[in-house]
């Protein structure tokens, strides 16, 4: 590497991941072993991609018990393939029960979306929390301080977002199979670390206009 800043920053990379497998090194507990040989996490963490709002840590779970998809604004897209087929193989084959669509106060892509500004490609992506915003523009527009406009639309970012995975032919098939699934929205408040539940939990589709239930 011929540029020297970048080398440093990249062998504290290096050296950081020889304090992880000394830290590996001394488990006794044998996790680590079976950790190698495969995975049964019980949650499904779909987040924000900021560097903020680690999955893991925020529920303290250890490595193996937490499978993790992350975007920008933790969006839920009835298309994104990505999502999707992370959706698919937690469900569907690792049996997840709880899947969490976790928001944070103070989200950077939920405050672009609300800006009249062009970032660029993500616009694009940004549009699918307009949308949200349409749903409930009345709501957000009655508050005026721009971080509290902010942080209501990540709630009710989080609700909608709950609500696209339910609708999901994947859910909706695990639910009408009887499988024990259910599907949460919580905020993460990043200064106090505090994730808040949202109180929008479905675990069947009996709540679902009926549009939106399969039979
Ligand atoms: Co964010």
């Known amino acids: 590497m ?3 800043a970048l080398e440093k ?3 504290e990379i290096i050296e950081g991941n020889k304090g992880w497998v000394d830290f590996v090194s001394k488990d006794e507990t044998g996790r680590f072993q079976q950790l190698a040989k495969g ?3 019980e949650i499904l963490w779909i987040g924000c991609a900021d560097s903020r709002v680690p999955a893991n840590e925020i529920t303290g779970r250890k490595p193996g018990e937490v499978f993790v998809h992350r975007n920008i604004a933790n969006m839920c897209v009835h298309s994104d393939m990505s999502m999707l087929s992370v959706l ?9 029960k709880h899947i969490i669509v976790a928001g944070h106060y103070g989200c950077g892509g939920v405050a672009a979306s609300l ?3 062009q970032f660029g490609i993500i616009d694009n992506w940004l549009c699918h929390i307009k949308d949200v915003y349409r749903l409930h523009a009345k709501d957000i527009d009655a508050i005026k301080d721009e971080e509290e406009r902010v942080d209501r639309l990540v709630e009710l970012n989080v609700k909608e977002q709950v609500f696209n995975l339910c ?9 009408k199979n009887g499988q024990d699934l259910a599907v949460h929205g919580m905020v993460i408040n990043i200064g106090t670390g505090e ?9 069947s589709n009996h709540d679902l206009d009926n549009v939106f239930a399969y039979q």
């Not at 193989?89 to 997840?96: D, E, F, G, P, S």
């Not at 994730?195 to 675990?203: A, E, I, K, N, S």
Request: charged share 15%; net charge neutral; aromatic share 10%.
């Open 2 to 4: 011929g540029n020297q």
């Open 9 to 11: 920053s990249f062998n």
């Open 39 to 41: 995975q049964s996490p």
């Open 88 to 96: 698919d193989y937690a469900v569907n084959v690792l049996k997840i």
């Open 115 to 117: 800006s009249r500004k």
């Open 167 to 175: 609708t999901t032919s994947i859910v909706q098939n695990a639910w």
């Open 195 to 203: 994730l808040v539940d949202q109180h929008c939990t479905f675990d």
